[in-house]
C-alpha cells in the first residue's frame, strides 16, 4: 500500500494550490481518503475526507468554502484544491487512507490506516 502526496509548495496569502495523492496496493473505491494537516509546534489536524459511496464529502470548519477535496477513481487519485490561502494555512499535508473510518471517527487521525510522507504548504508574502 502506498500513498504518494505532492503539489505542495510557497505561495503567497490568496493564492491556490492543489495537492494531489496518489494511491496504489488497495481497492481506491473501498476506502475513505483524507487530507491531515501539521503545523510546527502543532497536532495533526483534519481537513476533508472523501467518504467512500457518492457525494459524501466533509470539511473541516476553517477550510470550508475555500477547499474541495475530490477524487478521480480512474486514476486512483484523490486531490485537494485549495484558495483563498493565508498564512494559518502553513502546514505539512498529508493524505491518508481508511476502510473503517465512521462518522464519529472520520476526524480523528488513529482512525486512518495508511498515510503519505507529506507535502508541505507554505503560505507568505
Known amino acids: 500500500v502506498q500513498l504518494q502526496a505532492s503539489g505542495g509548495g510557497l505561495v503567497q496569502p490568496g493564492g491556490s494550490l492543489r495537492l494531489s495523492c496518489a494511491a496504489s496496493?488497495?481497492?481506491?473505491?473501498?476506502?475513505?481518503l483524507a487530507w491531515f494537516r501539521q503545523a510546527p509546534g502543532k497536532e495533526r489536524e483534519f481537513v476533508a475526507v472523501?467518504?467512500?459511496?457518492?457525494?459524501?464529502?466533509y470539511y473541516a470548519d476553517s477550510v470550508k468554502g475555500r477547499f474541495t477535496i475530490s477524487r478521480d477513481t480512474a486514476k486512483n487519485t484523490v486531490y485537494l484544491q485549495m484558495n483563498s490561502l493565508a498564512p494559518e494555512d502553513t502546514a505539512v499535508y498529508y493524505c491518508?487512507?481508511?476502510?473503517?473510518?465512521?462518522?464519529?471517527?472520520?476526524?480523528?487521525?488513529?482512525?486512518?490506516?495508511?498515510w503519505g510522507q507529506g507535502t508541505l504548504v507554505t503560505v507568505s508574502s
Open positions: 472523501s467518504r467512500r459511496s457518492g457525494d459524501n464529502y
Open positions: 496496493g488497495f481497492t481506491f473505491s473501498s476506502y475513505a
Open positions: 491518508a487512507a481508511s476502510r473503517t473510518v465512521i462518522s464519529s471517527t472520520m476526524a480523528v487521525p488513529d482512525a486512518y490506516h495508511y
